[in-house]
C-alpha cells in the first residue's frame, strides 16, 4: 500500500473548537489514533498560533492535521468548511466534534446573576454554543446520512444537571443534550449516531495558569486532562456497535471505566454524577 492509498483510508474528523483545552485534547487523542482531523478556530491560521501547533501536534502524533479558520457564528463559514472537506476527503466526515464556545465579555468562573448580565451574552452563550453546533450538525449529516455512517458529538457539561457558570451556560448546555437525543430519532436508520457528552473538571491551560488548587468544590489535582474525553471519544468511534448509544449522554469517566480507559498519566477520574445531583436525562 502507498502513502496514498494509506491517506485515503484514513478516518477523517472535524474538532471545532480545537486551539486549545478539550477541543485540542480530542484532536490529540484522534491524532494518536491516526485520523485526519480538520481543527478549528477563529484565529488565523500560518501564524504558528495555538491552532497551527494543535494542527502539527496532530501530525506528529501519527494522524493527518489540518488547521481551517473558521467564524462558528457565520453561517457561511461553516457552510464552507464542510464543503472544503468533502471536496478534500471525497464526501468523507466520519466524525463531527461540536466542541466551540465563545467566552462572553466580563465573563470568568461563575458569573453575575443573570439580571446584572448584558443581553448580549444570549448570542454569545446561545449563538455560538448551541446554534453554531447545531449548523456544523446539519452539515455534517448531509455527508454521513449517504455514506450511512458517522457520528456527531456534542460536548455538553453537568452544569445540564446542576447549577454551573450561569443560566445560558445551562440553558445552552442542556439544549446540547436535548439536541443529540432528537437527532438520533431522527437519524434512526441512517447509520449516523448522536452523543453529547459530559466531562468532569477538566485541568486546561487556563486553569493551570491560574494557580488555583480547586473548582467548585473539586481539586485541581483529580481532574481530567483535555486529552481524556478525546480518549473516550476515539473508543466510541472505533466501537462498531457505537450506534446502540444514539441519543444518550456520556458521562466520560464513567464511559471510560466501562472500556478500559484511563487519562493519559495513568489515573481513573471520578465521576461528577453524585455532586450535581444525578445523571443525564438521556
Known sequence: MNVHEAASERRVALVTGASRSVGKGIALALGSDGWTVYVTARGEVGTDGPLDATAAEVTSRGGTGIAVQCDHTDDAQIEALFARIADEQSGRLDLLVNNVWAHPKGFAGFSDPFWKRPISDWDTLIGVGLRAHYVASVE????????????????????????????????????????????????????????????????????????????AGFPLSEAETP????????????????????????????????????????????????????????
Open 140 to 215: 455534517a449529516a448531509k455527508l454521513m446520512v449517504p455514506r450511512g455512517s458517522g457520528l456527531i458529538g456534542n460536548i455538553s457539561s453537568f452544569g445540564t444537571r446542576g447549577y454551573l457558570h450561569s443560566v445560558l451556560y445551562g440553558m445552552s448546555k442542556a439544549g446540547l443534550d436535548k439536541m443529540a437525543a432528537d437527532m438520533a430519532v431522527e437519524l434512526k436508520g441512517t447509520g449516523v449516531t448522536a452523543l453529547s457528552f459530559w466531562p468532569g473538571l477538566v485541568r486546561n491551560e487556563a486553569m493551570l495558569a491560574s494557580g488555583m488548587e480547586s473548582f
Open 227 to 282: 486529552e481524556f474525553i478525546g480518549r473516550v471519544i476515539v473508543a466510541l468511534a472505533n466501537d462498531p456497535e457505537v450506534g446502540k448509544l444514539s441519543g444518550s449522554t456520556q458521562i466520560t469517566a464513567e464511559t471510560a471505566l466501562e472500556y478500559g480507559i484511563t487519562d493519559v498519566d495513568g489515573a481513573q477520574p471520578a465521576s461528577h454524577r453524585a455532586a450535581f445531583g444525578g445523571g443525564p436525562l438521556f
